[in-house]
């Protein structure tokens, strides 16, 4: 059974440590998480992006697949099936299609809209249960066309957002979508603490998981984050161990690639990147 995702982020805040947000693109990247967060005994989230969810044709084929695969498969540990990213328009699609949980990204707006469009759809979510994520200060980087350089987001509009009664909330503190520069900052740890300590036991999140060093990991974590976007890393590993078994040429004798056998490795890959970021995050046995 899916949940949303307040009560594991709660308690992740709680814990100290952070839940993994892994974006899934196909069958393979979502039962190679599903089983990982099972063996690990990890809360997990499902991120889907409306580009992921296109190519997967549509949001509810994305929610058939994964309440099939979480009963057929045993899960018993929390997962929610999140909107990542999410537009106005695609958070309604999300709802209507059984999503768990929904991101509306209005960091892109005057806060005036972004307020506006946020406190109606906190009221529409937590009618029917759902847990909804806010953002300020738009994400680095590049996701699904949309486009940001990475601000460090102000706290008192965090504030602001998150009086609104949103269930967590992603501030941009110069992180970044994709692959970091090598000439990358780091995280701004002075506006995370700022932001912490204006929006009190909120749960944040950190975007752009990919490449930030351990110890910046682990100390975000120490100042409010709970949840942690992991996409790319994921790509790059689900893209080396594909390649590699193609050049290896483990073909059929000439008769093609059995699509099981080809996706297998990719599977495998993914399997251990999960591993490698819920040890990480620290969420192993806390489901």
């Not at 990213?85 to 005036?112: L, R, V, W």
């Not at 809209?113 to 300020?136: C, D, F, M, P, R």
Request: charged share 20%; net charge negative; hydrophobic share 40%.
């Amino acid at each position: 059974m899916l949940v949303s995702a307040k009560d594991m982020l709660n308690k992740a805040r709680e814990g100290k440590y952070a839940v993994g947000q892994f974006n899934i693109n196909n069958l393979e990247w979502t039962k190679a998480i599903l089983l990982t967060a099972q063996k690990l005994g990890s809360p997990v989230i499902l991120g889907v992006s409306e580009g992921a969810a296109k190519y997967m044709c549509g949001f509810k084929t994305v929610t058939e697949m994964v309440k099939a695969m979480d009963e057929s498969l045993g899960i018993t540990v929390p997962v929610a099936l999140h909107l990542d990213h999410g537009t106005y328009d695609g958070c309604y699609k999300c709802i209507k299609a059984g999503f768990t949980s929904i991101m509306f990204d209005g960091s892109h707006f005057p806060i005036e809209e972004n307020v506006a469009k946020t406190t109606e759809l906190v009221h529409v979510a937590h009618q029917l249960g759902l847990s909804i994520e806010a953002e300020v200060g738009a994400i680095g980087g590049e996701e699904d066309g949309v486009v940001g350089k990475g601000e460090c987001a102000d706290p008192q509009e965090c504030k602001q957002i998150a009086d609104l009664g949103v269930d967590f909330l992603a501030a941009g503190i110069g992180n970044i979508h994709g692959v970091y520069p090598e000439n990358w900052e780091g995280l701004s740890f002075d506006t995370l603490s700022d932001i912490n300590q204006t929006v009190g036991d909120m749960p944040l999140v950190l975007h752009g998981g990919t490449g930030i060093p351990d110890e910046q990991i682990k100390k975000a974590i120490s100042l409010g984050v709970a949840k942690i976007n992991v996409n790319t890393e994921c790509q790059l590993v689900f893209a080396e161990a594909t390649r590699g078994y193609i050049e290896a040429g483990k073909d059929q004798q000439g008769k093609g690639f059995d699509p099981r056998k080809l996706l297998a490795p990719g599977f495998d890959a993914i399997c251990a990147k999960v591993e490698e970021k819920m040890n990480l995050f620290g969420s192993v046995g806390k489901a």
